[in-house]
C-alpha cells in the first residue's frame, strides 16, 4: 500500500515558470525523498530531506518537510522543458530502509 | 562509476512459466532492494537485503517469489509460475547504509 498522497496528478505549466507539487504521509519518518522519473523506467534521485530538517535546496529545487503536518513540498523554479517527467516522494521510515511511494505528480513542461 | 544494472531489460513470458530477473548492484553498497511498478498498485516495495542480515521479505506478495543475493553483490528476484498480474516493471536499487536509494532502469516483465 502506499504511504504519500501526492497532488496534484498532473501539471501542466509553461517553460521558465514554476512548479510545485505536495506529498502526504501517514506515519513517522526517518527521511523523506523525492525522485524523477522519464518514460516509465528507472528513478532519478533528486533530494533526501531528514526528519530533522524543514527545507532542503538543490540547484534550482526546493524541499520543503513540515513534520507535524506530515507533508512534504518540491518546488522546481524556471521550469524548463527537460523538467518534463513523473515526480515521486518516498518516505523511509524509522529502520530507514525500504522506501513507500506516493502516487507521483507527471509535470509536462511546454516549450 | 557504473550505476546498477538489470538484465533483462524486458522479458515476456507465458503464464505459468519461470522467470529470474537480475540485478548488480553499485559496487561496495551495502544495502539491495525490489521494487516492482504496475499501472494498479503504483510502485511497491518487495525486498531489502542488508549486508549479512536476514533480508526484510516483508512486501513479496506471494510464496511465488524469491530474492537471493549471492556474495553480497548480484541479486536474483525469482518469480514462479508466473501470472498475468505479475506483469509490471520490476526495479532494483541499492544504497550505502540508509540514504539515497540509486535505482536500475528496470526490467519490464509481460506475462501473456
Known amino acids: 500500500s502506499q504511504q504519500g498522497e501526492e497532488d496534484p496528478q498532473a501539471l501542466s505549466i509553461q517553460e521558465g515558470e514554476n512548479a510545485t507539487m505536495n506529498c502526504s504521509y501517514k506515519?513517522?519518518?526517518?527521511?523523506l525523498q523525492w525522485y524523477r522519473q522519464n518514460s516509465g523506467r528507472g528513478l532519478v534521485h533528486l533530494i533526501l530531506i531528514r526528519s530533522n530538517e524543514r527545507e532542503k535546496h538543490s540547484g534550482r529545487l526546493r524541499v520543503t518537510l513540515d513534520t507535524s503536518k506530515k507533508s512534504s513540498s518540491l518546488l522546481i523554479t524556471a521550469s524548463r522543458a527537460a523538467d518534463t517527467a513523473s515526480y515521486f516522494c518516498a518516505t523511509a521510515g524509522a529502520a530507514g530502509n525500504k522506501l513507500t511511494f506516493g502516487g507521483g505528480t507527471r509535470v509536462l513542461v511546454k516549450p | 562509476g557504473a550505476g546498477v544494472s538489470q538484465s533483462p531489460s524486458n522479458k515476456v513470458t507465458e503464464k505459468g512459466k519461470d522467470v529470474e530477473l537480475r540485478c548488480d548492484p553499485i559496487s561496495g553498497h551495502t544495502a539491495l532492494y525490489w521494487y516492482r511498478q504496475s499501472l494498479g498498485q503504483g510502485l511497491e516495495f518487495l525486498i531489502y537485503?542488508?549486508?549479512?542480515?536476514?533480508?526484510?521479505k516483508s512486501g513479496l506478495p506471494s510464496d511465488r517469489f524469491s530474492a537471493e543475493r549471492t556474495g553480497g553483490s548480484v541479486s536474483t528476484l525469482t518469480i514462479q509460475r508466473t501470472q498475468q498480474e505479475d506483469s509490471a516493471v520490476y526495479l532494483c536499487a541499492s544504497s550505502f547504509g540508509i540514504d539515497e536509494q540509486y535505482f536500475g532502469p528496470g526490467t519490464r516483465l509481460t506475462v501473456t
Open positions: 537485503f542488508q549486508g549479512n542480515s536476514a533480508p526484510d
Open positions: 506515519t513517522s519518518i526517518n527521511n
